[in-house]
């Protein structure tokens, strides 16, 4: 058999970004002894990209905010398909989380008097988003890895899972190998927490880098678990459309904050034009009542710039199929046009928005101090994920805990911006914690997982035996890229979601056949071949799930089914292997609200 | 539109020689995609950090021309292209394969580093206050995105490989971020001096002109610790004043 290193942990977290760092320093605090492995080196997680900031009800800029308003905003994103118990947690816990981070060293923007400052944000009543101008994932990230790096937690780098070992129903391990030489190792665990992130490189137009292969959400599908929500993909309004080769960056939901509009080539502003009913009043009236809006003014109401980001990214495609984009197939944003509003607009909006500034400067000789920015949908994060317990985040396998962008339930159909940073906080938290009380819980040596070991390194192993057929792992990715991004993207019909599904069998038959050169030392040819069985699975999965909704709500929008049907409004769709190996979709009953809990929905009207 | 020959530096532990790939630039290319273009032609083996693709991660640190430099924020277009672009692994670091190098000494060195300590919290609640002007002086040095560029052209570090003695101005900017902190009420000046080697240091900058997040590395973070240092161990008042006890203010 394939020589392999041991390594042994009370937990494991797979994932370093601000979900697994998070769920490691708890889990630490409790008393375990914890592992975390990351396919990238430490620090360089998708959480490093975050921009605009992070969601907490403190009240420092409107104190009329507090959970009650976070909750019932996250509700009313998610079109109300949330786990209303997630969104509670969520609420209540962010701020206490933020003020923590503080103590851990991270320096947020100020207010005149000197507290935490937050800004407006896309779905958000009051201004709620701590920042750091717009690298507020830096900060975090950075925050959790040098408080990490203090506390006896054993970080293993550039270290990839690919296969979780079971034993009587629960986890016990995983298998993965170090990129750098190829090298197996077995890492045997009471408790595994998924932290890895998302699926965005599953389409072609995406703001997510090359680790977002969906890996935590097959890894624990292949292992039992349930996945939910998977037709909900977001897709952030705004990613830079031009030049090509940088198509999909994100521009910050931030600029629009900032007072940043929308207009089309005929110079309209027209997010005015569509409003939808649930946010009717809620919305300025006109342009002056948007402009005060976003300069603080509590009686004003949002711009329809600030919109959710599902309907923002729909009002931009559809400008764009009737012929009123701009060049390069988007429409403009234009945060220069504040200079008519206020005095040394062009040094504000640097100093607001550096890293937007520096990216248009340089990737695209745009600068957006003087010149409005072209900008279009870009595949940005999935709400639907490993289906968990609420208070614990464990999913349907014992000893299995999601957190973090790969857990479900917390978004609904929609995820609010800057809900994502305290996502990854709250329940990043409770993941560590209860991971550690179930594994320290366990009693007795490791069972024999011999066969399971033996299985996976033959698999990994695999590829180099394949003959030369002319194709390789990257093209089959790039071809599923864009085939996910045709066919169950944005927009979405029936017809060309089955064709989907059996481009995917197709796919999936080259991907098992496309020949990987050279050896086991940091070779992503290899890798890429082991990471396109899980983009498979979960293309499949987010495929599958969008053909059984048959209507529009949130992030999912059917051609076929434009408008949201109440009955649809019940149920979560559950995808889960059958005992056949195939792929059932299971329609279950959204989580009931309290009676409190609607309360607070009604009075926020 | 144009084909243009790029030369990568292939091997393994430092074994190895320029390659010869030709891929077609098109408008708006930055260095990186064309290493992506070359891997899914013909060279899928070909090793290379990345992550983010917008200068935001800090992974694909390489010398481009011969110049430190992201592989993400490099336009292909900004460089001369007829003469063809060739592109190395940085030098200050052991080699491990293709682009890719060990920057494990990055992490070790910042490990040792006396971490966060705050004051106590100045408002019941368990918060504290800080005015937007005291937060930016640390602010500056919290943007670094730990690309190591800094560290890979440092003379101390490149040529003098003394990486056992000096930590070097990535870690530099670390430590002030953690010094000129508001709240922070640890003291490192000691470990600086003598186990950190800020003396090694001899301002030439050239840390400071590589830094894609345009921190002012010798100016703003190198030097006010030098004279902190100085301060602290050179000045016989402040050597007394630290014989008593007294802290940094
Ligand atoms: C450009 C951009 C801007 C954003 N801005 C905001 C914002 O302003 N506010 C907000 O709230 N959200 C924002 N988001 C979303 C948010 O950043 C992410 O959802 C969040 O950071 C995800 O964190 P995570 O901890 O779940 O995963 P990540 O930070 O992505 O970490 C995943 C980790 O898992 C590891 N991993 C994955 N698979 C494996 C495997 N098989 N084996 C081992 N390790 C593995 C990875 O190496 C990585 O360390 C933004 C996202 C992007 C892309
Ligand atoms: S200024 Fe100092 S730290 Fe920077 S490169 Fe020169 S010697 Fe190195
Ligand atoms: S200080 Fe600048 S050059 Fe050095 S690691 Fe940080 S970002 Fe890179
Ligand atoms: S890929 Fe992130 S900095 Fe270049």
Redesign the interface.
């Known amino acids: 058999m394939a020589s392999y290193k041991t390594l042994e942990f009370d937990v494991l977290v797979i994932g370093a970004g601000g979900a697994g760092l998070r769920a490691a320093i708890e889990a630490s605090a409790a008393g375990a002894k914890v592992g975390v492995v990351s396919k990238s080196l430490l620090g360089k997680a998708h959480t490093v990209m975050a921009e605009g900031g992070v969601a907490a009800s403190i009240g420092n800029v409107d104190d009329r905010d507090n959970w009650r308003v976070h909750f019932s905003d996250t509700m009313r994103g998610g079109q109300y398909l949330n786990n209303p118990r997630m969104a509670e947690i969520h609420a209540k816990e962010a701020p206490a989380r933020v003020l923590e981070l503080e103590a851990w060293g991270a320096l947020f923007d100020r207010t005149k008097d000197g507290r935490i400052l937050q800004r407006n944000f896309g779905g958000h009543k009051f201004p709620r988003l701590a920042h750091v101008g717009d690298r507020t994932g830096l900060e975090m990230i950075r925050t959790l890895q040098d408080h990490a790096i203090h506390k006896q937690i054993d970080f293993h780098m550039e270290c990839t899972v690919v296969t979780l070992l079971k034993h009587d129903g629960r986890v016990t391990g995983a298998f993965g190998y170090y990129r750098e030489h190829g090298q197996f190792v077995v890492i045997r665990a009471n408790a595994i927490v998924l932290a890895t992130g998302g699926i965005g490189k599953s389409f072609s137009i995406t703001s997510n880098s090359w680790e977002y292969t969906a890996d935590g959400h097959a890894l624990a599908y292949r292992a039992g678990a349930d996945l939910m929500d998977m037709e909900f993909v977001q897709f952030h309004p705004t990613g830079m459309v031009w030049p090509p080769s940088v198509r999909g960056i994100l521009v910050t939901e931030g600029v629009r904050g900032e007072g940043g509009v929308l207009r089309n080539s005929q110079g309209k502003r027209f997010m005015f034009d569509d409003i939808p009913d649930l946010y009717k009043n809620q919305t300025a009236k006109d342009e002056e009542e948007g402009w005060r809006y976003v300069t603080g003014d509590k009686d004003a109401n949002r711009p329809p710039e600030l919109l959710t980001r599902d309907h923002v990214a729909r009002c931009i495609n559809r400008e764009v199929k009737e012929g009123r984009g701009s060049p390069h197939g988007g429409v403009y944003l234009d945060i220069a046009w504040i200079k008519e509003k206020i005095p040394n607009a062009q040094e504000h909006i640097k100093k607001k928005l550096p890293s937007m500034y520096h990216q248009f400067k340089e990737l695209a000789g745009v600068d957006i101090t003087t010149e409005a920015m072209e900008v279009g949908p870009t595949c940005h994060y999935v709400m639907g994920g490993v289906r968990v317990d609420a208070e614990t985040q464990m999913s349907t396998v014992p000893g299995l805990f999601a957190a973090g962008e790969c857990a479900a339930g917390l978004h609904g159909a929609n995820r609010l911006g800057g809900n994502s940073l305290s996502d990854l906080l709250v329940f990043g938290k409770r993941a560590g914690e209860h991971a550690a009380a179930f594994a320290l819980g366990q009693t007795g040596p490791f069972p024999d997982a011999n066969a399971q070991v033996a299985d996976a390194a033959a698999w990994a192993e695999e590829p180099f035996a394949r003959d030369q057929n002319g194709d390789n792992p990257f093209r089959v990715q790039h071809d599923l890229q864009a085939m996910m991004h045709a066919k169950v993207g944005i927009v979405r019909i029936d017809s060309e979601m089955r064709e989907a599904l059996d481009d995917l069998k197709s796919l999936g038959e080259r991907s098992l056949a496309a020949p990987v050169s050279g050896n086991r030392d940091f070779n992503p040819g290899w890798h890429t071949a082991m990471d396109m069985r899980n983009m498979l699975t979960v293309a499949e999965a987010v495929t599958l799930a969008a053909v059984e909704r048959q209507e529009s709500r949130g992030a999912h929008f059917r051609d076929d089914f434009p408008a949201k049907d109440p009955e649809a409004a019940k149920f979560n769709i559950v995808l889960r292997q059958g005992s056949d190996g195939a792929m059932q979709v299971v329609r279950t009953p959204v989580v009931a609200r309290t009676d409190e809990q609607d309360a607070v929905i009604k009075e926020m009207g | 539109m144009a084909k243009v020959n790029f030369k990568i530096w292939r091997g393994?532990k430092g074994d190895g020689g320029y390659k010869e790939y030709t891929t077609e630039v098109?408008?708006?290319?930055?260095v990186l995609?064309a290493v992506h273009q070359i891997?899914?032609e013909t060279a899928?083996?070909?090793?290379?950090?990345?992550?983010?693709?917008?200068?935001?991660?800090?992974?694909c640190s390489a010398e481009i021309n011969g110049k430190p430099r992201l592989m993400c924020?490099t336009?292909c277009s900004d460089l001369p292209l007829h003469e063809g672009v060739t592109i190395e692994p940085m030098q200050a670091f052991p080699h491990?394969?293709?682009l890719?190098t060990d920057?494990s000494f990055n992490?070790r060195a910042?490990?040792q580093i006396k971490?966060?300590k705050?004051r106590k919290?100045d408002a019941p609640d368990?918060?504290?206050?800080?005015?937007?002007v005291d937060?930016e002086k640390?602010?500056e040095f919290?943007?670094c995105?730990?690309c190591y560029l800094c560290q890979n052209v440092c003379h101390v570090l490149r040529e003098h490989a003394k990486h056992d003695e000096f930590i070097g101005p990535r870690l530099f900017v670390y430590s002030a971020a953690?010094e000129m902190?508001p709240?922070?009420t640890e003291d490192r000046l000691k470990d600086l001096k003598d186990r950190d080697g800020i003396g090694y240091c001899n301002i030439t900058k050239c840390c400071t002109t590589v830094c894609p997040e345009h921190i002012t590395i010798t100016d703003n973070a190198i030097i006010p610790l030098k004279e902190r240092v100085v301060d602290a161990f050179y000045d016989p008042l402040a050597k007394l004043f630290r014989g008593l006890g007294k802290k940094k203010s």
């Open positions: 393994e098109t408008e708006g290319m930055v995609d891997q899914a899928p083996d070909l090793a290379v950090r990345w992550n983010c693709k917008a200068g935001k991660c800090g992974s924020m336009r491990l394969r293709d890719v920057v992490y910042k490990k971490p966060f705050p919290p368990g918060t504290w206050r800080m005015s937007q937060v640390a602010q919290r943007k995105i730990e953690l902190h709240l922070d």
